[in-house]
């Protein structure tokens, strides 16, 4: 199982931006596996917010569409998650992950990371 890291969380006003990373695991996985980050607010279900496959196609839930950009530098080994215009409910606990292909629930992928808090105040 791939180790993942998370970085970037923090506290900030709505219409704030944030840039989260997610480091870890063999530089293979940056190329050809879908990696992914979900989110989790308190009392839902942990949901995605963008997934990225291997050939480079993008998916976004519809609440971040035009705000959230996700991107990865495979020499770096970083995926990473360009968050713009935040708005309060947005506010939850961020996770990357990583599959040989892109699932739709969070039950389809195996490698995580421990996650990162990202707030927004209105």
């Known amino acids: 199982v791939f180790q993942l890291e998370e970085s970037g969380g923090g506290s900030v006003q709505a219409g704030g931006s944030l840039r989260l990373s997610c480091a870890g695991g063999?530089?293979?996985?940056?190329?050809?596996?879908?990696m992914a980050w979900f989110r989790q607010a308190p009392g839902k279900e942990r949901e995605e917010v963008a997934s990225l496959e291997s050939n480079g196609a993008t998916r976004y839930a519809d609440p971040v569409k035009g705000r959230f950009t996700i991107s990865k530098d495979n020499t770096k080994r970083t995926l990473y998650l360009q968050m713009n215009n935040l708005k309060p409910e947005d506010t939850a606990t961020y996770f990357c992950?990583?599959?040989?292909?892109?699932?739709?629930?969070?039950?389809?992928?195996?490698?995580w990371g421990q996650g990162t808090q990202v707030t927004v105040s209105a």
């Open positions: 992950a990583a599959e040989s292909s892109c699932g739709r629930r969070w039950t389809d992928f195996g490698a």
């Open positions: 063999p530089r293979y996985m940056y190329s050809v596996y879908c």
